[in-house]
């Protein structure tokens, strides 16, 4: 069973910074396709932030992100980064990481909360 276990999350000023980090565990069954990052503000639906493709590190953002966020991933340790610089308050939410195998259902992680306040 796929676990991904997310953790960098926190209470950060507007213009500050902060980096997720997500790492994959226990795929038996297809290959890692893609991995990246969704967030969920209080009150509204999930909505995706970034997305890099595992082989070839293409990397996707959402046009709210662009400039600021970087997604990144290191293959030996099966895991993925989200660099978030110059946070504004419409930031906030948790941050889920999410798996796209080559065969089966998407997996997630349960998220981590990040909060951009003075």
């Known amino acids: 069973q796929v676990q991904l276990v997310e953790s960098g999350g926190g209470l950060v000023q507007p213009g500050g910074s902060l980096k997720l980090s997500c790492v994959s565990s226990?795929?038996?069954?297809?290959?890692?396709?893609?991995m990246g990052w969704y967030r969920q503000a209080p009150g509204k639906e999930r909505e995706f932030v970034a997305e890099i493709v595992w082989n070839s590190g293409n990397a996707y953002y959402d046009d709210s992100v662009k400039g600021r966020f970087t997604i990144s991933r290191d293959s030996a340790k099966n895991t993925v980064f989200l660099q978030m610089n110059n946070l504004k308050p419409e930031d906030t939410g948790v941050y889920y990481c999410?798996?796209?195998?080559?065969?089966?259902?998407?997996?997630w992680g349960r998220g981590t909360q990040v909060t951009v306040s003075s």
């Open positions: 999410y798996e796209k195998p080559s065969m089966g259902p998407r997996d």
């Open positions: 226990g795929r038996i069954f297809g290959n890692r396709m893609e």
